[in-house]
């Protein structure tokens, strides 16, 4: 007689995280699929980048492949994502029974930095790289920038941690004085 082979379930993570796939793998689906397989409830098995019309990202998502549809596993797999600081207004989908379950801890704040309309000498002399430098250094433990997106007319640092109100009283004095930053916009996404 032969074993049969207990049916797999599927249930995807929606993050509400603007990050690029690259970036999606760095800090969502290798962490998860490490403590996954360590805990033997699943594996990561794919994931996706949902985008706008104009391409920024929108969302991501990441598929996980369980042995069995089980709430303790959904539990654990969103008790996973939250340690890991996925945004608020994520949810888990549950396939088998298409529940949703929300989750997410960490806050989102976009700075867009205009991309055309400041004098030709900002563009030459001020990098976007010193940025992103800058942004990470000034959240410190508060936050990070998770990714970015380059846009045809503004580019994007998508920044998440624990308050969007405390990431941007770090980064407005340098928003106010550097020159790439003249013009920007931020906006909270989660």
Not at 15 to 26: D, S
Request: proline fraction near 5%; aromatic fraction near 8%; include cysteine.
């Amino acid at each position: 007689m032969q074993n049969e082979a207990v049916p797999s379930n599927f249930m995807i993570a929606h993050l509400n995280a603007r990050v690029q796939p690259l970036h999606r793998g760095e800090f969502f689906e290798d962490p998860l699929h490490e403590e996954l397989q360590r805990a033997s409830l699943g594996e990561v098995t794919g994931g996706g980048t949902l985008q706008r019309e104009n391409g920024e990202i929108d969302s991501c998502d990441i598929e996980i492949e369980v042995p069995q549809s089980a709430r303790e596993t959904a539990t654990r797999i969103i008790e996973i994502l939250e340690r890991l600081r996925a945004p608020k207004g994520s949810k888990l989908i549950i396939e088998a029974d298409g529940s949703e379950l929300p989750f997410g801890v960490a806050e989102g704040m976009a700075v867009y930095l205009n991309g055309t309309d400041l004098p030709d000498n900002v563009y030459k002399e001020c990098d976007s790289n010193f940025v992103l430098d800058e942004f990470n250094r000034l959240l410190g433990e508060v936050g990070q920038v998770l990714s970015w997106w380059q846009g045809p007319t503004e580019t994007a640092f998508y920044l998440y941690g624990s308050s969007f109100a405390e990431m941007k009283a770090r980064v407005t004095a340098f928003i106010d004085s550097y020159p790439l930053c003249q013009r920007c916009r931020i906006e909270q996404v989660a």
